[in-house]
């Protein structure tokens, strides 16, 4: 009988959780944003929101599998969708499109920013994106012009040359840090904004990280380079984000342990981007010297 009421409690009716999901939003930004964190009051917005969150997560477990296999015959039925799905250059192609318009976007903000603050922080970040935009600009121009898995030998080069300015991201990335170290430059994200940007950060990573497995499987240079650089730009969120929560939480922290933390997750990140540019350069750079003395035996 316990077990039930309990049952009942984890589903309540939806008006329930259309009420409070709207209410603890709202003491959650009023307590952090006011700073009553330590308020009798926050600590049951905490438990009150916790509760929300749970209900919403049991809900969406027992609603979301219907919704998404109806979701998938629709898209699966519509042309456009069929080939976003099953086409995987074509879907690179989107892809490119898209985080290139974001990486273009992200300049023009950063050089915006550091021409109103006066600032070399956001200079150096619109020098890291503009580098991005420059390799996801190429791979988007021959995929347009050559095509993905047209030419073997061209894509291999075009790749290589990405994998070649991949390395220079490091430049940026060590005075990013430097930056971040010497002159406490970092990024802020204040109230709950911190915890959906940390959300969002873990979620692109991990997915860099899947489709980088998956689509090295399927052996094509280019859709490989380009989510070599979805990881790498992955990875500099990483590190931005946990400047942010040095900044939010780590107020009580000695300084020489944040700028040690910090320096060891940007020389991991560091390491993880050079290593990944030259396995790229060198993988490459072997296949094209193996089909041209096959050109050149023949």
């Given at each position: 009988m316990e077990w039930k009421k309990l049952i009942k409690l984890l589903y309540p009716p939806v008006w329930v959780i259309a009420l409070l999901t709207p209410l603890c939003t709202a003491a959650l930004i009023i307590v952090f944003m006011?700073?009553?964190?330590e308020h009798p009051l926050a600590y049951a917005a905490y438990v009150l929101s916790f509760y929300t969150l749970?209900?919403?997560?049991?809900?969406?477990?027992?609603?979301?599998?219907?919704h998404y296999?109806?979701?998938?015959?629709?898209?699966?039925?519509n042309p456009l969708g069929n080939r976003l799905m099953t086409d995987m250059p074509f879907r690179t192609r989107v892809s490119l499109y898209g985080s290139l318009a974001v990486n273009l976007l992200y300049?023009?903000?950063?050089?915006?920013?550091?021409?109103i603050y006066q600032s070399a922080w956001f200079?150096?970040?619109?020098?890291?994106?503009?580098?991005?935009?420059?390799?996801?600009?190429?791979?988007?121009?021959?995929a347009n012009r050559v095509g993905i898995g047209k030419n073997r030998f061209k894509e291999?080069?075009?790749s290589r040359l990405c994998g070649f300015i991949l390395l220079t991201v490091n430049l940026f990335?060590?005075?990013?840090?430097?930056?971040?170290?010497?002159?406490?430059?970092?990024?802020?994200?204040?109230?709950?904004?911190?915890?959906?940007?940390?959300?969002?950060?873990f979620y692109i990573t991990i997915i860099a990280i899947i489709n980088l497995v998956k689509y090295r499987k399927l052996g094509s240079p280019l859709m490989t380079m380009t989510k070599i650089i979805n990881l790498a730009a992955a990875l500099v969120s990483m590190l931005s984000l946990e400047t942010a929560i040095f900044s939010e939480f780590g107020k009580d922290m000695p300084p020489e342990n944040k700028q040690l933390m910090i320096m060891l997750t940007g020389a991991g990140v560091s390491v993880i981007i050079v290593t990944m540019s030259i396995f790229s350069i060198?993988?490459?750079?072997?296949?094209?010297k193996r089909i041209k003395e096959k050109d050149y035996g023949e």
């Amino acid at each position: 009988m316990e077990w039930k009421k309990l049952i009942k409690l984890l589903y309540p009716p939806v008006w329930v959780i259309a009420l409070l999901t709207p209410l603890c939003t709202a003491a959650l930004i009023i307590v952090f944003m006011f700073g009553y964190d330590e308020h009798p009051l926050a600590y049951a917005a905490y438990v009150l929101s916790f509760y929300t969150l749970t209900v919403v997560v049991m809900r969406l477990i027992k609603v979301l599998p219907k919704h998404y296999k109806s979701a998938k015959n629709k898209v699966y039925s519509n042309p456009l969708g069929n080939r976003l799905m099953t086409d995987m250059p074509f879907r690179t192609r989107v892809s490119l499109y898209g985080s290139l318009a974001v990486n273009l976007l992200y300049v023009a903000l950063n050089v915006t920013s550091g021409i109103i603050y006066q600032s070399a922080w956001f200079y150096t970040l619109a020098l890291y994106y503009t580098i991005l935009a420059v390799m996801r600009f190429l791979l988007v121009r021959f995929a347009n012009r050559v095509g993905i898995g047209k030419n073997r030998f061209k894509e291999l080069r075009r790749s290589r040359l990405c994998g070649f300015i991949l390395l220079t991201v490091n430049l940026f990335l060590s005075g990013a840090v430097l930056m971040i170290i010497y002159r406490n430059k970092g990024y802020e994200y204040h109230g709950i904004l911190i915890y959906i940007m940390a959300m969002y950060t873990f979620y692109i990573t991990i997915i860099a990280i899947i489709n980088l497995v998956k689509y090295r499987k399927l052996g094509s240079p280019l859709m490989t380079m380009t989510k070599i650089i979805n990881l790498a730009a992955a990875l500099v969120s990483m590190l931005s984000l946990e400047t942010a929560i040095f900044s939010e939480f780590g107020k009580d922290m000695p300084p020489e342990n944040k700028q040690l933390m910090i320096m060891l997750t940007g020389a991991g990140v560091s390491v993880i981007i050079v290593t990944m540019s030259i396995f790229s350069i060198v993988k490459n750079t072997v296949e094209i010297k193996r089909i041209k003395e096959k050109d050149y035996g023949e």
